[in-house]
């Protein structure tokens, strides 16, 4: 498909990257790296040409081009499937999955950031949603004596809310939040995770220390994350809404449950990863 593409937008695309005049060129999407690479190769110049992919496990093989001069990948299967689809071992660097540098901070004041979101009962659950979906319904009948808060991302009624929609005449107290601006700390102050399957989500949750239930993926690029999540011991899929209430209510009941899944979660997240791989691109000048 790229290559069928690229005699349509060969000139516009080698006239772009010549007009930024790049020291390094990078790329975060996996549909644009075989026609850059090819871009960058007809600049007369050498400019370096690096992948950073963001699949966990699941990548579509088009995220790990053979001709970059550097591929960062996010975890030990995603390096393996790097290899496997002929990257040059000296070229793929292990950096972890980027995340904001201040989610890692926050998950530091853990205590504080409880303590002035005044969540003061005997847990609180994340939830995160981009959509109006099912995992509502289970919330309704959780009655397990936490507090579940819904993440609504930009959706337009919640948008800028100041202050979260309580539910009102439900069993398990629940806030509905909008667009907010400190995700990070919400869910370093918070003890369960569930979201829909994206690397994102799921590391986010990870570097937390978060047991991870997801209730929904995108086939095939994100089936290596829920696999990669109950393999490892983080968490579960649990696609039932009706079953869900009961997956939380096992980690709440189960300090040491919860403290395994946090455990493995940590060990998969790297929180200088952005660092990292900030660093292993710019030694390519």
């Given at each position: ?9 060969r000139?516009r ?5 010549e007009a930024?005049r ?5 790329s975060?999407h996996p549909?644009?790296?075989w ?13 370096p ?5 963001t699949?966990?496990?699941?990548g579509h093989a ?12 996010p ?8 290899l496997?689809?002929?990257?040059e ?11 904001q540098?201040?989610?890692?901070a926050a998950v530091?004041d ?5 303590a002035?979101f ?12 981009r959509r109006?979906?099912q995992?509502?319904?289970a919330?309704?009948r959780a ?12 959706l337009r009624?919640q ?12 069993e ?5 939040f909008g667009?907010v601006d ?11 995770l ?15 220390g ?15 994350n ?10 579960d ?10 997956a939380?209510?096992?980690f ?14 940590r ?6 990863s ?5 660093r292993?691109?710019?030694?390519l000048?």
């Open positions: 498909m790229a290559a069928a593409t690229w005699p349509g937008i000139r695309l080698v006239a772009l990257i930024a790049p020291d390094i060129v990078v975060t549909l644009l790296t026609s850059v690479a090819h871009a960058v190769r007809e600049l007369g110049r050498r400019v040409f690096a992948v950073v992919v699949d966990l496990v699941t088009s995220w790990y081009e053979r001709a970059a001069d550097l591929v960062c990948v975890t030990q299967a995603s390096l393996d499937r790097a496997a689809l002929g990257v071992a000296n070229k793929v660097r292990l950096t972890g999955q980027p995340v540098p201040k989610a890692a530091r853990r205590d504080a950031l409880r002035r005044g969540w003061n009962e005997p847990w609180s659950s994340a939830w995160r949603r109006h979906g995992p509502g319904c919330r309704r009655g397990h004596g936490a507090t579940a808060r819904a993440h609504r991302g930009r009624p948008r800028g809310a100041a202050r979260p929609t309580r539910g009102d005449g439900l398990t107290p629940v806030e509905v667009f400190n995700l990070h700390e919400m869910m370093a102050a918070a003890d369960i569930v979201t829909k399957g994206g690397p994102g989500s799921v590391i986010e949750g990870c570097l937390a978060l047991p991870v239930l997801i209730y929904d993926y995108i086939p095939g690029q994100e089936i290596g829920v696999d990669l999540v109950r393999s490892a011991g983080i968490g899929l649990v696609r039932d809404p009706a079953a869900l209430p009961a939380v209510r096992r709440l009941d189960d300090p040491a449950a919860r403290a395994r899944a946090s455990a493995a979660g060990a998969l997240a790297v929180p200088d952005a660092d990292r791989i900030a292993a691109v710019l030694a000048r």
